[in-house]
């Protein structure tokens, strides 16, 4: 066994209300400079939709992550072949315009504009060439709240490719926010050539050096989740940092910080690094599972002895039992991973939506009149999309979820309204009462203590083996040299 620590963060979809403000507070602090406009390390996406930069999801088209060749991993876009000719051009990135072109108004002109017939008014001009923009044809949040339009989410390819596009006359409509996923397996730290990225030993993020950095751009076309950005001002590349220097005081990330919602919650894991790479052999249907195998139980005493053994301290690992992160993860398997089929074993996991709660059969109001809610086959949300984002196809792992959280919500319902309470529902569902009130509190009630345990650390404490590049698991680079 080799048990290291990991920094985790899941998100309830159900509450995200797309105010964009976790967005904003990471733009004010990390990327409000040049060469940095257009990125944004945390972004909030509607969906269905298509995203940003647009289509991301598309591995077709960008040919990101990891995929499964005669029995082992390969990145996707790379082979000796292509990554030579490749070496001064990235054909698979994406485009300015996939992104967006980001702009400013120039409204020095409204009050220095001289005396004319027209009211003076302050035109779009691009934060990069300074030329005057006619027309705006693109934003970080372009398609926000137009999941209906044929435009955006018919494009979505979660939609395409599972081939559930005749139910999206009855679609829904959820916010998808994201971050970097600090992966296990990471698709950019492999795909580095200079060797500037690297996974901290100590608390599993993923970071860029930049002094080492030579803006060969592989980690932007190889991360399939777009979550490398490529610094035109400094020629370096640049990522979310999981805002190390307030988690290493033991404060919660900015974007979880200001999150509006109350979505966020983040906390320690433990995983074993021995089994990483078997569990990304796996087919894509079982991959959620294979996830959550690779996490360890930190009550159990040889995890915690091989923990110590890596450097984790008893400081970490207290925090990794009172994780919410491993609770809503592990213990009542709750949320799941985007887009575990791209293989990089992301480190971000998500509930699934539970609303609307409106059945696409029936009369949803007349079934809740009677304290009963509807299957989660029927509900709105289709199944096969929900499942696309976040079970790699599997259709069961996410109804698993969507029955747990109706039980969840109809027992705590009847407890509220002191109406008959079923338990026996909730044991259906693989929940207890006890289980039940815990997690009610949870995504209700839960203060900053309770949805952030954030153990602080200081580096020079760390055992030296567990720092910067001790990815903990075979990983080669491009070049063939492990880690
Ligand atoms: S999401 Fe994963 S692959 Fe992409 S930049 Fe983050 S760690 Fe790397
Ligand atoms: S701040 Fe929270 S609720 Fe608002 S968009 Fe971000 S994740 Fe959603």
């Given at each position: 066994m080799d048990a290291r620590a990991q920094l985790v963060m899941v998100f309830?979809?159900?509450?995200?209300?797309?105010?964009h403000a976790c967005s904003i507070s990471c733009k004010n602090i990390w990327t409000d400079r040049r060469g940095a406009e257009?990125?944004?390390w945390n972004n909030v996406e509607t969906k269905p939709g298509i995203g940003y930069p647009k289509k991301w999801e598309d591995q077709g088209t960008f040919k990101g992550g990891w995929v499964v060749d005669r029995g082992k991993l390969r990145l996707?876009?790379?082979g000796k072949g292509p990554t030579l000719l490749n070496m001064f051009f990235q054909p698979n990135m994406p485009k300015m315009e996939d992104y967006y072109e980001p702009f400013d108004f120039d409204y020095g002109n409204l009050y220095?504009?001289?005396?004319?017939?027209d009211q003076p008014v302050a035109e779009a001009f691009s934060r990069i060439s300074g030329r005057k923009i006619e027309?705006?044809?693109?934003?970080?949040?372009?398609?926000?709240?137009?999941?209906?339009?044929q435009l955006y989410a018919a494009k979505d390819v979660n939609l395409e490719e599972h081939g559930i596009v005749e139910e999206y006359g009855r679609m829904f409509m959820q916010y998808l926010p994201r971050t970097c996923?600090?992966?296990?397996?990471?698709a950019c730290v492999a795909s580095c050539p200079s060797r500037a990225m690297y996974k901290r030993g100590e608390d599993g993020i993923v970071l860029v050096d930049q002094n080492v950095c030579?803006?060969?751009?592989f980690c932007t076309s190889a991360c399939p989740y777009k979550k490398v950005y490529f610094n035109w001002d400094s020629g370096k590349a640049e990522k979310c940092i999981h805002c190390f220097p307030r988690t290493e005081t033991g404060q919660c990330m900015a974007c979880a910080h200001s999150c509006v919602g109350r979505i966020r919650y983040v906390g320690v894991l433990l995983y074993d690094a021995e089994k990483v790479e078997q569990a990304l052999l796996k087919p894509d249907a079982e991959l959620v599972e294979a996830h959550r195998a690779v996490i360890l139980d930190p009550r159990d005493p040889a995890v915690r002895e091989a923990a110590g053994r890596n450097g984790v301290s008893d400081r970490w690992l207290e925090a990794a039992v009172k994780s919410p992160v491993h609770a809503l993860v592990?213990?009542?398997?709750l949320a799941l991973p985007l887009?575990?089929?791209?293989?990089?074993?992301?480190?971000a996991y998500y509930i699934p939506s539970?609303?609307?709660?409106?059945?696409?059969?029936?009369d949803t109001h007349e079934l809740m009149e009677h304290g009963l809610f509807p299957e989660p086959e029927t509900l709105r949300a289709p199944l096969g999309y929900l499942a696309s984002l976040?079970?790699?196809?599997?259709?069961e792992v996410v109804a698993a979820v969507l029955a747990k959280l109706i039980a969840l919500r109809s027992f705590m319902r009847a407890r509220n309204l002191h109406q008959p309470m079923d338990a026996g529902a909730l044991e259906k569902a693989g929940l207890d009462e006890a289980a039940a009130v815990r997690l009610y509190r949870l995504f209700t009630l839960g203060g900053y203590d309770e949805r952030y345990v954030i153990p602080a650390q200081q580096?020079?404490?760390?055992?030296?083996?567990?720092?910067?590049?001790?990815?903990?698991?075979?990983i080669l680079t491009q070049a063939g040299k492990g880690k």
């Open positions: 309830n979809l159900d509450k995200c209300i797309g105010c257009y990125m944004w996707r876009a790379l220095g504009a001289g005396e004319g017939n027309t705006i044809r693109g934003g970080p949040n372009w398609d926000d709240d137009l999941s209906g339009s996923n600090h992966c296990l397996h990471p030579r803006g060969w751009r592990k213990e009542f398997g887009h575990p089929e791209f293989r990089t074993l992301p480190m539970l609303s609307p709660i409106l059945s696409t059969q029936g976040l079970s790699g196809g599997n259709r580096r020079e404490e760390q055992d030296p083996h567990t720092r910067k590049g001790a990815s903990g698991f075979g």
